[in-house]
């Protein structure tokens, strides 16, 4: 029994993984493979990143959808120059147009500090699984060098 959230299937109640009743087995939300098992075959590994970049890009598209409606109700700009001071403060280069009221200004401070967090979380989210298998296949190497 799963559920999708964005593109990722997350189990309702993980399976242990080695057959105990311990915290860790029966919390792990079963994204990732566990250190002890082997690495996850190519092809499924790239359907993760693809998941995974799927996921930031939605959540970009969600930021520029409300940045796009701030600008444009609060500080009454145009669709087309809404959309462009959105995806310049979200690219991290700074608004285009000078803003006309003090709504539209202090939606612009949020949304320029909101855009540097959503900056970050994306590209978590899409270098996840590089990182994982990394960090996986170095501590596969190290077990079996020190067997």
């Given amino acids: 029994?799963?559920?999708?959230?964005?593109?990722?299937?997350?189990?309702?109640?993980?399976?242990?993984?080695?057959?105990?009743?311990?915290?860790?087995?029966y919390n792990d939300?079963?994204?990732?493979?566990?250190?002890?098992?082997?690495?996850?075959?190519?092809?499924?590994f790239i359907r993760r990143q693809v998941n995974h970049i799927l996921a930031g890009l939605a959540i970009?598209?969600?930021?520029?959808?409300?940045?796009?409606?701030?600008?444009?109700?609060?500080?009454?700009?145009?669709?087309?120059d809404s959309l462009l001071n959105a995806s310049?403060?979200?690219?991290?280069?700074?608004?285009?147009?000078?803003?006309?009221?003090?709504?539209?200004k202090i939606f612009a401070s949020a949304y320029a500090l909101y855009s540097g967090i959503v900056f970050l979380v994306v590209v978590g989210i899409m270098a996840a699984p590089i990182v994982h298998r990394l960090l996986h296949r170095l501590h596969r190497a190290e077990t079996k060098s020190e067997a």
Avoid: Q
């Fill in 29 to 44: 939300p079963g994204v990732y493979e566990h250190k002890n098992e082997p690495l996850l075959p190519f092809r499924r």
């Fill in 60 to 80: 970009i598209g969600a930021s520029l959808g409300l940045g796009i409606a701030g600008y444009h109700f609060l500080d009454k700009l145009s669709w087309i």
């Fill in 88 to 104: 310049m403060i979200l690219g991290g280069m700074g608004p285009v147009d000078p803003l006309k009221t003090s709504a539209g």
């Fill in 1 to 25: 029994m799963s559920f999708t959230v964005v593109f990722l299937s997350f189990p309702m109640i993980p399976k242990a993984r080695h057959g105990c009743n311990c915290f860790l087995c």
